[in-house]
């Protein structure tokens, strides 16, 4: 079980998966007119070898999951240094991947990658707040399996 195990009512729910859809959406849009756009090659998906990681948010955990469920995709646990949706080099949760995934761009410009993050993380955060929701901020081994790191 994760370590985002959240009760919470469906309204709030579904009111949480509209508001980072909009977020998605958002990011989308201001990222779609970067050069040199993310190649979706997968290698950062394996963060070990890339000296990478990737951190989330309560409400972005909620939309993935929300995505997940519907679709009958289970949740993995992450047993290596590898993302266990990364499937022949490509994301299989596409749709519900994290601000991070969209955000993270090897060859892109790392001063707005911070900003669009934090910019992320603030309306995650407040979003938190509005539907009193702990606040975590964790990375996605730690939300798969469940552990404290
Ligand atoms: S969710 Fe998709 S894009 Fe994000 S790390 Fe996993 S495989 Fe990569
Ligand atoms: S950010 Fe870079 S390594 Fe990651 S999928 Fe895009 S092109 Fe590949």
Redesign the pocket.
Known sequence: MSIFNFQILIEQRQAIVDAVGGLYSRLEAMLASVPM?????????DFES?G?RLFLTPPEWIYFQAGLTQNNIPLLPMTTGVCPYRKDSKCSVYLWRFAGCRI?????DADLQSQLSEEAVAFCKNLCIQHGLEYRYLDLKTALNGVST
């Open positions: 756009p993310c190649k979706a090659c997968g290698q950062c998906c890339f990478h993270f761009n090897c060859t892109g």
